[in-house]
């Protein structure tokens, strides 16, 4: 049986909470406005004793009532920070969110890179994932299949390629690293010869 | 079905042509109230006491504003104090439904607690209360003498507005450091709601003196400690005190006795030079943006007879994009530094508000009570009585209502 995550309020590691969940997919609410996890990064979350992979897809920053409409406000002032400083109900009244497409899940302590039973549950709290872990979860590269597969509603290539740009930075051998996730996107997409070429590229 | 436009056009345009007329005559009574505010500023004891006899004395027709600082003042906006936290509540409810049976009530209200300056920081929460029990839902008469008066409608209003001081007095006593403090609420201080013969004596009696100055105290107490002012803030108000003031300083007669000077049925009075004017237009003419006016005492008899020890005064405030009125009770404007304060806070509120004060616009929001709430506040009362096997009846008006059926 797997350790839950620690909950308390001081984890720094603790950036949001899921607040809509789906197998394949699950938005996230964080913390902090602005805050939301750099585009590929690994993320993860629980449900019951399983805990969830993401790969962050995209983030948004908006307004948390939707009926009401943002304006601009600093055309008098010398930095955004200033926006926000003479208006401090802003960081109340917005909110920055993220996708992540479920790349995989571990229970009895083994990744498996295929989805996991049930989605995260609403309100789920939402961790970045440290160095190790990050290791951990990119010894095999099967998860490439999963991102690679996600529904076309965003950028999917971007997001692969952002991914493996970031795991390949935990590696102790960077460059065999994207060399391995070259010749595994190869056989991948190996009847999609321009969509590859377009994620090889970015992993430069 | 749709309104007939085709006869509402050509009632617009009477309409229109008539307010064209009008102008002209305006125009003229704005230059007589000018040129009599000059005049009188220039010996304003004769008037201050005029005034103070005739509202003493209740010989007047017009509630006059009494006159404590001045007449014609205009005052440039003060610097905003480089720390400063705004509160403002500001509430919504869901009326009592005398279409449907269970008798309740519900009041949200809005809170906001805005700091700037080293550190802005904001707090935003709302607080719905139901109101269900028997004793809620009615005033009782202390002496048990006359009958519960039911707490709905312009009663439901006053009450809110009680829950709005309550929830700013609160707030206010919760603060940590010394920095100068205004507290807010949308509308009047004064309950209009139970002026005249509306409500019996005891439900004022709750309400403004059992309750309101309560709150009022509890945040008076607080001022002793560090800055802290009270006022609320009136958008396009139509209150006529100061040019009534102008009626009786214009007024030709010694002693101020309206019904037998200029009897009801008399044509035209001398005061009607400035008839039909409000104080913002006065104020409009008056106060560059950004000034205040001088501040005012309320004579009305509301406040006179329930809000003791607070006497209730007004200024008003050219905020650049109207003529807004702010009321404070004394101890707010007799303190130079709060009422200078309260005076560039406001201001700088409804700078960073798009023209009205922010924290009370998101105060407002926070409270807001829409009508899918509604629905869905008594959709919810439904499932939950039903849940224990209590079915209610509703009318066949309400339920004709929720049906719109061809």
Redesign the interface.
């Known amino acids: 049986m797997d350790q839950p995550f620690t909950q308390s309020a001081t984890d720094i590691n603790k950036i949001g909470e899921v607040i809509e969940a789906r197998t394949d997919q699950l938005l996230a609410q964080c913390y902090r406005l602005h805050e939301a996890p750099p585009l590929g990064s690994l993320i993860k979350t629980r449900e019951g004793s399983i805990e969830i992979y993401g790969i962050v897809a995209g983030a948004s920053t908006h307004a948390l009532?939707s009926g009401?409409r943002i304006?601009a406000r600093g055309e008098h002032e010398e930095t955004d920070e200033a926006v926000?400083?003479?208006?401090?109900?802003?960081?109340?009244?917005l909110v920055t969110d993220f996708t992540a497409i479920v790349a995989g899940h571990k229970s009895d302590g083994t990744v498996r890179h295929y989805l996991p039973p049930r989605p995260a549950r609403i309100h789920a709290f939402v961790h970045t994932c440290l160095a190790d872990e990050a290791r951990q979860f990119a010894a095999s590269l099967d998860f490439i299949d999963l991102i690679a597969a996600a529904r076309r509603d965003f950028a999917v290539d971007e997001v692969v390629a952002a991914c493996l740009r970031r795991l390949a930075a935990v590696q102790t051998d960077p460059q065999d690293f994207l060399v391995r996730a070259g010749k595994h996107l190869t056989v991948l997409m190996s009847e999609e010869f321009q969509r590859l070429n377009s994620i090889l590229k970015r992993l430069k | 079905m749709p309104l007939d436009f085709s006869q509402t056009i050509a009632q617009i345009d009477s309409m229109a042509s008539r307010l064209a007329l009008t102008r002209e005559s305006r125009r003229h009574k704005l230059e007589t109230a000018m040129a009599t505010m000059t005049d009188h500023s220039r010996n304003l004891p004769a008037l201050r006491d005029r005034i103070a006899t005739a509202m003493a004395s209740r010989t007047s027709t017009w509630l006059a504003a009494g006159l404590l600082e001045g007449l014609d003042l205009h005052i440039a906006p003060p610097s905003v104090p480089n720390e400063f936290t705004v509160i403002a509540a500001d509430g919504s409810h869901i009326d009592v439904d005398r279409h449907y049976a269970a008798h309740c009530f519900l009041i949200n209200i809005g809170l906001v607690r805005l700091s700037y300056g080293r550190h802005p920081e904001a707090s935003l929460s709302s607080s719905p209360s139901l109101y269900f029990n028997d004793e809620d839902v009615v005033l009782m008469s202390p002496s048990g003498g006359e009958p519960p008066e039911p707490i709905q409608g312009p009663l439901l209003g006053a009450k809110r507005s009680v829950d709005e001081c309550r929830a700013l007095a609160r707030a206010a006593t919760e603060l940590s450091g010394d920095a100068t403090t205004v507290c807010l609420v949308d509308g009047s201080l004064i309950l209009w709601g139970l002026t005249g013969a509306a409500y019996p004596r005891f439900v004022t009696e709750a309400l403004i003196k059992g309750d309101l100055i309560k709150h009022f105290s509890q945040i008076q107490r607080l001022s002793a400690r560090h800055p802290i002012g009270l006022a609320s803030y009136i958008s396009f108000p139509r209150n006529t005190e100061v040019v009534n003031a102008l009626r009786l300083a214009i007024c030709p007669f010694d002693n101020i006795d309206c019904d037998r000077n200029c009897p009801p049925k008399a044509r035209s009075k001398p005061c009607d030079t400035v008839g039909g004017l409000l104080d913002r237009d006065i104020f409009r003419h008056l106060l560059k943006p950004g000034e205040r006016s001088a501040f005012f005492a309320s004579l009305s008899s509301i406040v006179i007879n329930l809000y003791d020890p607070h006497r209730i005064c007004f200024f008003y405030l050219n905020t650049g994009d109207e003529i807004a009125r702010i009321e404070v009770p004394l101890w707010t404007a007799s303190d130079k530094n709060v009422l200078s304060s309260t005076h560039a806070i406001i201001l700088d509120q409804c700078r960073r508000g798009n023209g009205y004060p922010v924290a009370l616009s998101e105060a407002h929001e926070q409270a807001v009570v829409s009508s899918r709430d509604r629905e869905e506040f008594w959709r919810l009362t439904e499932e939950s009585l039903a849940g224990k096997n209590i079915f209610l009846e509703t009318s066949l008006k309400s339920q004709s209502k929720r049906t719109r059926w061809l």
């Open positions: 009532d009401r304006i926000f400083a003479a208006n401090p109900q802003l960081a109340r009244l």
